[in-house]
T-cell receptor
Framework: DAGVIQSPRHEVTEMGQEVTLRCKPI?????LFWYRQTMMRGLELLIY????????DSGMPEDRFSAKMPNASFSTLKIQPSEPRDSAVYFC???????????????FGPGTRLLVL | RKEVEQDPGPFNVPEGATVAFNCTYSNSASQSFFWYRQDCRKEPKLLMSVYSSGNEDGRFTAQLNRASQYISLLIRDSKLSDSATYLCVVNLFSGNTPLVFGKGTRLSVIA
């Protein structure tokens, strides 16, 4: 079975450019999470969706960040304009409600390594 | 106070050693607990869930102390392949809600 798919795997861009990160969750999963990981701050939640609806975007750093989930199999995270401090690894994860509701496993994609110069 | 705190390490141990990691969490209402493993330049992967009664999976034992709000992971007979960063993870709610990650404890098992 395919896991969570993210693209691109690596992105190098210049400050001020628009960056779009893409995620395809595991088929059948109904929750999708975007995380960002840096050495200084570790893994931080940016936003998450349940059944394609954004539930909590309080982790989005500022208005330069936006995320969409137009259908159950695709989500994007956009940064416009990008800044050097956005350099990080961005992970997408998905999960589904199981029989034991408090023990759902989140499956992570391989991440997108973003470097903003 | 950070929500989930871990000793960053690194823990450098010889093969065959037993090593233990602890983690503390700040929210007493937290519902579920996990250990994730993250290899260098890879994504986090679930290692094991942590149950109130404690649980074991081969060489790995996880325990939860709700009264003291800490979680532990014990690795027996360490292998070179155990070298990774171990992330302590807490879910504040039940259901499909975000996980709160510690920054991780780095383990290096040396031959």
């Amino acid at each position: 079975d395919a896991g969570v798919i993210q693209s691109p795997r690596h992105e190098v861009t210049e400050m001020g450019q628009e960056v779009t990160l893409r995620c395809k969750p595991i088929s059948g999963h109904n929750s999708l999470f975007w995380y960002r990981q840096t050495m200084m701050r570790g893994l931080e939640l940016l936003i998450y969706f349940n059944n394609n609806v954004p539930i909590d975007d309080s982790g989005m750093p500022e208005d330069r960040f936006s995320a969409k989930m137009p259908n159950a199999s695709f989500s994007t995270l956009k940064i416009q304009p990008s800044e050097p401090r956005d350099s990080a690894v961005y992970f997408c994860a998905s999960s589904s409600i199981g029989q034991v509701v408090y023990q759902e496993t989140q499956y992570f994609g391989p991440g997108t390594r973003l470097l903003v110069l | 106070r950070k929500e989930v705190e871990q000793d960053p390490g690194p823990f450098n141990v010889p093969e065959g050693a037993t090593v233990a990691f602890n983690c503390t969490y700040s929210n007493s209402a937290s519902q579920s607990f996990f250990w994730y493993r993250q290899d260098c330049r890879k994504e986090p992967k679930l290692l094991m869930s942590v149950y109130s009664s404690g649980n074991e999976d081969g060489r790995f034992t996880a325990q939860l102390n709700r009264a003291s709000q800490y979680i532990s992971l014990l690795i027996r007979d360490s292998k070179l392949s155990d070298s990774a960063t171990y992330l302590c993870v807490v879910n504040l709610f039940s259901g499909n809600t975000p996980l709160v990650f510690g920054k991780g404890t780095r383990l290096s098992v040396i031959a």
